[in-house]
C-alpha cells in the first residue's frame, strides 16, 4: 500500500448550481445550493485514501461548526489527522463556488489554512519521513509551501508540486519538486513566461519535470527526454470541481508504477470524478478505477 502525506489546505465548498454565470451587478436565480468538502489538500488525501493508500494530512481547520465537520468527513475518508490542527478564533477556509456551463468559478478565503506554518510542517517530519510521495498545493501560505520542498529534499522524498492557485515562484523552490503538475495557463504564470508560449516550450524550459494537465485532452509529460502525450478518458461530465486533485492523487498513489502508467491511471481517475456533484462526490475507489481502466 502506498504511503502518501498530503500537506494543503482543508475547505468548506459552498456550491451554487446556475444555468449561467452572473455579469458583473447582475443578479440571477441558481437552481440548486448545497454544502460540500473540499480544499485542494482535503481532496487530493481523500482522492488518495479511496485509491487505497494510507494517507496523512497536514493542515489546519478553524474552530467553527465547519471545522468539525470537514474533521468528522476527513476520518470517515481514513485520513490520518494528527497533523490537522484546529486554530482557535479562527474560521475554516471557504470556497463559494458556481457550476455552470459545464465550468466552474472559485474564490477561496484561505482563513485558517493561512495558518499552516513552517514550524507545523517540520513538526510533522517524522510522517513526511515514512511517506513514499509528499503532494503540496499553495492554497497555504508560500512559506510553508517552500518547507515542504525543502523538507522533502532534506529526507529524499519525491514531492509533487500542483501550482494552484499559482503565482510564480523562485526557480530554486521549483528545482526541489520531483514533479510540477500545473496546466498550461498556470505554469506560464510559474515560470514568468508569456502567456501565448507553447505549452511543449514551457515543459522544456521548466527547472522540474511536468506532468501537465490538459483538461479532457488528457496529460503531457516529461522527465528529462521528449514529451509523452496521455489521451483523456471520455465521460459525460457533470462537474469538473476536484478533477486536478484526483488527477495529483493518483499521480502520487501509482508514481511507484513508473510514471507513463501512473499518468494513464491518473486521467483515469480525474474523468471518473468529473462524473458526479462535487469535488470529493466523484472521486473513485481503487476498484471503481480498475473496473472503468479496461472498458475505456
Ligand atoms: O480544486 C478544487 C478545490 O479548490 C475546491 O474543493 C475548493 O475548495 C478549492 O480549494
Not at 498545493?137 to 522524498?157: C, D, F, H, N, W
Amino acid at each position: 500500500m502506498a504511503r502518501v502525506a498530503v500537506v494543503g489546505s482543508i475547505n468548506m465548498d459552498l456550491v451554487t448550481l446556475a444555468s449561467r454565470f452572473a455579469g458583473p451587478g447582475e443578479p440571477i436565480l441558481g437552481e440548486r445550493f448545497l454544502t460540500v468538502h473540499g480544499g485542494k489538500g482535503a481532496n487530493q488525501a481523500v482522492a488518495a485514501a479511496r485509491l487505497g493508500a494510507e494517507v496523512a494530512l497536514i493542515g489546519a481547520v478553524g474552530d467553527d461548526a465547519f471545522g468539525a465537520e470537514l474533521r468528522e468527513g476527513l476520518s470517515r475518508e481514513n485520513v490520518d489527522l494528527a497533523h490537522v490542527v484546529r486554530i482557535a478564533e479562527c474560521g475554516s477556509g471557504t470556497a463559494s463556488i458556481t457550476v455552470a456551463e459545464g465550468e466552474n468559478h472559485i474564490i477561496v478565503v484561505p482563513a485558517a489554512n493561512a495558518r499552516v506554518t513552517p514550524a507545523q510542517i517540520e513538526r510533522a517530519q517524522s510522517t513526511l519521513a515514512s511517506a513514499d510521495a509528499i503532494l503540496v498545493q499553495m492554497e497555504i501560505p508560500l512559506e510553508s509551501v517552500e518547507a515542504t520542498l525543502r523538507l522533502g529534499q532534506r529526507l529524499g522524498k519525491p514531492v509533487i508540486l500542483n501550482p494552484a492557485p499559482t503565482q510564480k515562484l523562485p526557480v530554486e523552490w521549483l528545482k526541489l519538486a520531483r514533479y510540477l503538475t500545473p496546466n498550461q495557463h498556470e505554469l506560464a504564470i510559474l515560470l514568468g513566461a508569456d502567456a501565448d508560449e507553447d505549452f511543449q516550450s514551457l515543459m522544456q524550459r521548466a527547472p522540474a519535470p511536468v506532468v501537465l494537465t490538459r483538461g479532457g485532452d488528457g496529460a503531457w509529460y516529461r522527465d528529462g527526454g521528449d514529451a509523452a502525450h496521455q489521451a483523456g478518458f471520455k465521460v459525460d461530465a457533470v462537474d469538473t470541481t476536484g478533477a486536478g486533485d484526483t488527477f495529483n492523487a493518483a499521480l502520487a498513489v501509482f508514481l511507484h508504477e513508473g510514471l507513463p502508467a501512473a499518468v494513464r491511471k491518473a486521467c483515469a481517475a480525474a474523468a471518473l470524478s468529473v462524473t458526479r456533484l462535487g469535488a470529493q462526490g466523484g472521486m473513485p475507489t481503487r476498484a471503481e478505477l480498475e473496473a472503468f481502466l479496461p472498458s475505456a
